[in-house]
């Protein structure tokens, strides 16, 4: 109800800066989610780092034992089993956090779509509609016979209760070719736009 007091163009300024902070706000969103199901990834991060280690430690005390004469070779068997069974549980946990990362971007995609393509495919081209409309106006009240064009589409369009404002007999005015007539329904249809007339600037 108070909204419909305010000018037009103050009414497309608030709305552009509520979509602006809206696509923001879910933008924000998008990564707050991301963030936190990223944290799902930690334990799989430290699989993978006890895994590697304990792969490299293996390793390691095998070749150290696979230098003992005669048995060497018979005692890194179990050591180099060890290490191949280290770096599974470390290519898990790789796994595992490859899972978290993919599942944190789409989830965070899916937040983010869902907003920004209903701007793109109800917002915007409702915008651009008003804004290629009131360059149409603004061009059309600069000439000749603008003012009688924008007088007779205020006739056509406007509600009662607003060509009832201008008085009684504003569509007789205007067929009479009355000046201030034609001015002051031009000037409707611009404010509707929230342009207004020359002598308004």
Known sequence: MYADRLP?????????????????????????????????????????????????????????????????DELTAPFNSAADAANQLAEAGRQQQEIVDNLALTMALLIIAVPLGL??????????????????ARRVSS???????????ALATRPLNELS??????????????????????ALELKDLGLRTAKQR
């Not at 569509?171 to 007539?181: E, K």
């Open 8 to 72: 037009t163009a103050v009414r497309q300024l608030l709305t552009d800066l509520l979509v602006v902070f809206w696509v923001y706000a879910w933008i924000r969103a998008g990564i707050w989610v991301n963030d936190m199901v990223e944290k799902l990834g930690v334990p799989g991060q430290k699989l993978q780092e006890a895994g590697s280690g304990i792969a490299g430690n293996m390793s390691d005390i095998g070749g150290k034992v696979g230098r003992v004469p005669l048995v060497g």
């Open 119 to 136: 701007v793109l495919f109800l917002w915007l081209p409702l915008r651009l509609r008003w804004m290629r409309r009131a360059a149409v």
């Open 143 to 153: 000439e000749p016979a603008g003012q009688d064009l924008l007088a007779l589409r």
């Open 165 to 186: 404002k201008l008085g009684p007999d504003i569509a007789q005015s205007w067929r009479n070719g009355d000046a201030s007539a034609v001015q002051a329904l031009a």
